[in-house]
């Protein structure tokens, strides 16, 4: 099986940045694609960015230009990047990793507010 653990969400005024990392461990063997998305409350939970182990980006439109996705291979690691942050940026950000199965993170709160 696959854990994956986010870290770095927090509160940050609009305008402002975070790095978002998510750590994978266990069998990574069937893992082709990792990204991440987010829930806001009263919102269904949307793809913001994936990225493919080759290396392959796609971005949700809201996000294009402010935020990106990378992924270390040898650490198991994917990295989001969110600069220029809104306030409907707010949200619950979870991890993704995809394959023979699909795996979920906790979660990391994120807050953009004044």
């Known amino acids: 099986q696959v854990q994956l653990v986010e870290s770095g969400g927090g509160l940050v005024q609009p305008g402002g940045s975070l790095r978002l990392s998510c750590a994978a461990s266990?069998?990574?063997?069937?893992?082709?694609?990792m990204g991440w998305y987010r829930q806001a409350p009263g919102n269904q939970r949307e793809l913001v960015a994936a990225?493919?182990?080759?290396?392959?980006?796609n971005y949700a439109d809201s996000v294009k230009g402010r935020f990106t996705i990378s992924g270390d291979n040898a650490k198991n690691t994917v990295y989001l990047q969110m600069n220029s942050l809104k306030p409907e940026d707010t949200a619950v950000y979870y991890c993704?990793?995809?394959?023979?199965?699909?795996?979920w993170g906790q979660g990391t709160q994120v807050t953009v507010s004044s």
């Open positions: 990225i493919t182990s080759g290396g392959s980006t």
């Open positions: 993704n990793a995809g394959g023979r199965h699909v795996y």
């Open positions: 266990g069998s990574m063997l069937s893992i082709s694609a």
